[in-house]
């Protein structure tokens, strides 16, 4: 995907260098493919999502669409070509097709002796849609045929909000290593007082016992609403409000975390995705939204200066575990600090084969040092 150097504070890094195994992927839903603020009309876009080669873009009437960037004709990309607004226009013969359709309008070379109709050809299009600022792009598995209906197709992901005034902030950063490790990544509870080491977050000399109760809920699961952590800087700065502060996080196939932090009328709430860019890298995004501290100048920031620097100690630690995983070792799960991974690979699995039973057949209360 054309970007600049840097996403929202975080350094891009070259996937190339470091990429571990491969990992199967999981079609048929929704993923954030770009930042709408790259689409502008007549300008086209590219991006790489689940090893689909993508061409984006924003007609004038302010729909998105996502084709995959191939010509049917002869395999040239389309993000090679011309796109006026209306149309996308291959490079190599000129051929013209309806972005969100992918419906072929134009073949030039065609004369009055051709019964081609060029209405019958489509190229490859997949429903594109907007939500807190991505093109989320649904893609079909391969063989699957034309994308269902809208009304058949999953909701779109959006970073669930409490009032009707409130800030947000995105940041985004490449991984070198395949879905699944960035995804146990993102759950992985032990890792905070090593990563994360800084004053403003929680230091080794805080670790102490915790005990958080899980449930189920549909292809996923849920970290039950609980007291967040005392040796969390971030978390203290709430208690100035003098509310009892609660969080609650969920875990949704096949990429997302979600977290909501309430405390009386404040709230906070994220949305972390760990979307597989092929099978062997992938990206975190992490869309916030709050209302806490709303008129506080300059919070929003500061926020993303020190979101940018956590997700940044992430991202290094990613780089590194992908030089061990090129040569890959045997690796070991535990419990209780790894159950959540487990269970992330067990749902995976039941999704891939539809098959299996959840993981969790009740609630269920596991304990780790923090």
Same mark, same amino acid.
């Given at each position: 995907?054309? /970007?600049?150097?840097y996403?929202?504070?975080?350094?891009?890094?070259?996937n190339?260098? %470091? %990429?571990?195994?491969?990992?199967?992927?999981?079609?048929? !839903?929704?993923?954030?493919? @770009?930042?709408?603020?790259?689409?502008?009309?007549? =300008?086209?876009?590219?991006?790489?999502?689940?090893g689909?080669?993508?061409?984006?873009?924003?007609?004038?009437?302010?729909?998105?669409?996502?084709?995959? !960037?191939?010509?049917? &004709?002869?395999?040239?990309p389309?993000?090679?070509?011309?796109?006026?607004?209306?149309?996308?226009?291959?490079?190599?013969?000129g051929?013209?097709?309806?972005?969100?359709?992918? *419906?072929?309008?134009?073949?030039?070379?065609?004369? !009055?002796?051709?019964?081609? *109709?060029?209405?019958?050809?489509?190229?490859?299009?997949?429903?594109?849609?907007?939500?807190?600022?991505?093109?989320?792009?649904?893609?079909?598995? +391969?063989?699957?045929?034309?994308?269902? +209906?809208?009304?058949?197709?999953?909701?779109?992901?959006?970073?669930?909000?409490?009032?009707?005034?409130?800030?947000?902030?995105?940041?985004?950063?490449?991984?070198?290593?395949?879905?699944?490790?960035?995804?146990?990544?993102l759950?992985?509870? +032990?890792?905070?007082?090593?990563? &994360?080491? /800084?004053?403003?977050?929680?230091?080794?000399?805080?670790?102490?016992?915790k005990?958080?109760?899980?449930?189920?809920?549909?292809?996923?699961?849920?970290?039950? +609403? &609980?007291?967040?952590?005392?040796?969390? @800087?971030?978390?203290?700065l709430?208690?100035?409000?003098?509310?009892?502060?609660?969080?609650?996080i969920?875990?949704?196939?096949?990429?997302?975390?979600?977290?909501?932090?309430?405390?009386?009328e404040?709230?906070?709430?994220?949305?972390t995705?760990?979307?597989?860019?092929?099978?062997?890298?992938?990206?975190i995004? #992490?869309?916030?939204?709050?209302?806490?501290?709303?008129?506080?100048?300059?919070?929003k *920031?500061?926020?993303?200066?020190?979101?940018?620097?956590?997700?940044?100690?992430?991202?290094?630690?990613? #780089?590194?575990?992908? *030089?061990?995983?090129?040569?890959h070792?045997?690796?070991?799960?535990? !419990?209780?600090?790894?159950?959540?991974?487990?269970?992330?690979?067990?749902? =995976?699995?039941?999704?891939?084969?539809?098959?299996?039973?959840?993981?969790?057949?009740?609630?269920?209360?596991?304990?780790?040092?923090?």
């Amino acid at each position: 995907m054309h /970007a600049s150097p840097y996403h929202g504070g975080v350094e891009r890094i070259d996937n190339a260098q %470091a %990429a571990g195994p491969p990992a199967e992927l999981i079609f048929g !839903d929704w993923y954030p493919a @770009a930042r709408v603020s790259a689409l502008r009309p007549g =300008k086209m876009t590219t991006a790489l999502l689940l090893g689909v080669p993508l061409v984006l873009g924003r007609k004038r009437d302010g729909a998105l669409f996502a084709m995959r !960037d191939l010509c049917p &004709h002869r395999g040239i990309p389309l993000s090679a070509g011309w796109f006026d607004g209306e149309s996308v226009q291959c490079k190599y013969h000129g051929w013209r097709f309806e972005p969100c359709s992918g *419906q072929c309008t134009e073949i030039p070379s065609l004369t !009055d002796f051709d019964l081609l *109709q060029p209405t019958k050809i489509y190229a490859s299009s997949y429903p594109c849609r907007e939500r807190d600022g991505h093109a989320w792009v649904y893609l079909p598995a +391969a063989g699957a045929g034309r994308v269902p +209906a809208e009304n058949d197709l999953p909701p779109v992901p959006e970073t669930p909000k409490f009032s009707a005034q409130f800030r947000s902030a995105h940041l985004t950063a490449d991984l070198p290593c395949n879905v699944d490790h960035g995804i146990i990544g993102l759950m992985d509870p +032990a890792h905070g007082p090593f990563v &994360h080491q /800084a004053w403003w977050w929680r230091s080794k000399a805080s670790i102490h016992e915790k005990s958080k109760h899980f449930e189920p809920i549909p292809e996923g699961f849920r970290m039950s +609403a &609980h007291a967040p952590s005392g040796n969390s @800087a971030p978390y203290k700065l709430l208690g100035v409000y003098g509310e009892p502060i609660t969080t609650t996080i969920d875990f949704v196939l096949p990429n997302r975390r979600y977290e909501t932090i309430r405390c009386g009328e404040r709230w906070f709430s994220s949305l972390t995705t760990v979307t597989p860019v092929t099978a062997s890298t992938c990206r975190i995004d #992490v869309v916030a939204a709050w209302n806490v501290f709303y008129h506080v100048p300059l919070v929003k *920031q500061i926020a993303t200066f020190f979101g940018a620097r956590f997700v940044r100690q992430d991202q290094q630690t990613m #780089v590194e575990q992908a *030089q061990g995983l090129r040569f890959h070792p045997a690796l070991m799960l535990i !419990d209780d600090a790894d159950k959540p991974a487990k269970w992330y690979f067990a749902l =995976k699995q039941a999704r891939l084969t539809d098959s299996g039973t959840h993981p969790l057949s009740g609630p269920v209360t596991l304990h780790w040092r923090s």
